[in-house]
């Protein structure tokens, strides 16, 4: 069964970075679209960026030109990193393929306040 472990976020004033990580337990990236998705308090989770096999990105509306998704295929990472963040960015983020198809990990917390 394959594990999908978050890390990277905290709490960040508005304007500031983070840098989200996903790691997986075993080597699933190489063959699969890898997406970041996000779940705010109350709302559904959202598909905010993916990436396909050969570094093509797609990001929605909400983050583009604010955030950058990459791959790391020889370490089974991908990585999110969020710049100018804002307030509605805080949520709890989650990795997965694109049209999930592994059990969510924990994800991880980006609390976006001054």
């Known amino acids: 069964q394959v594990q999908l472990v978050e890390s990277g976020g905290g709490l960040v004033q508005p304007g500031g970075s983070l840098r989200l990580s996903c790691a997986a337990s075993?080597?699933?990236?190489?063959?699969?679209?890898m997406g970041w998705y996000r779940q705010a308090p109350g709302k559904e989770r959202e598909l905010v960026a993916f990436?396909?096999?050969?570094?093509?990105?797609n990001y929605a509306m909400s983050v583009k030109g604010r955030f950058t998704i990459s791959r790391d295929d020889a370490k089974n990472t991908v990585y999110l990193q969020m710049n100018s963040l804002k307030p509605e960015d805080t949520a709890v983020y989650f990795c997965?393929?694109?049209?999930?198809?592994?059990?969510w990990g924990q994800g991880t917390q980006v609390t976006v306040s001054s």
């Open positions: 997965n393929t694109y049209a999930p198809q592994y059990p």
């Open positions: 075993r080597s699933i990236f190489s063959i699969n679209i």
């Open positions: 990436i396909t096999t050969g570094a093509i990105t």
